[in-house]
């Protein structure tokens, strides 16, 4: 159960790697002209964007970092209230998942090490499998919800990018939902990991006889 769990851990957290660092979160068709090509949480691509409401009708060429000074002036259209609560948790997520697999490997490290009365191996500490379980809980659910929204206010969204019914949710988002499906299993196996060391916490440790 154990190797389960940190297996699928570290299939969301790769996943989510990618998906944290490629601009492919939403894409436009390739065969229709769009002056939106694709964008990403940290990068974004145009070809010949022009706003309706920008004053110097600027028109914004190739791809960019999202907070360059490039945006500036467009930057409040560009990142949305939604768009900003997904970067936010999904650096979160991120960040998280990392200190997760390394509380992970700790314990596998104690574990893996044959106990001091000769007989089966080192339990594993209790606090530590209570830590790791409650953050994979805890980063499935804000997952779940902010791609969820994210996902929604994308078309519904009318100020965001123009004519959202040519774009499409690409393989950059398709990796976080990815993602979010490995944290929920994972949370599952570090639920029944976590109760089978509560169990074992309380068992006297077993004695070796000669």
Known sequence: VFLTACALNVAGFLCLLIA????????????????????????????????????????YHGCWWILSPEYERIREWLMPWWFIITQIVITFAFVAEAVDLVILLIVWMRTSKG?????????????LVQTTTIIT????????????LFGIAVYKDRMWMPRPDLNYM?????????????????????????????????????QSYP
């Open 115 to 127: 106990s001091k009365t000769g007989v089966g191996k080192v339990r594993a500490p209790y606090s």
């Open 20 to 59: 944290f660092a490629s601009p492919y979160w939403v894409v436009s068709w390739p065969r229709v002209y769009s002056g939106f090509k694709r964008t990403g949480l940290w990068e974004s691509c145009f070809a010949g964007l022009v706003l309706e409401r920008d004053p110097t009708q600027k028109a």
């Open 137 to 148: 809980i805890v980063t499935a659910i804000f997952k779940t919800l902010t791609l969820v």
């Open 170 to 206: 690409s393989w950059s988002y398709g990796l976080a939902l990815l993602s979010t499906f490995f944290s929920i299993f994972s949370s599952i196996a570090h639920c029944v990991f976590s109760s089978i060391t509560k169990q074992e916490f309380y068992e006297p440790p077993t």
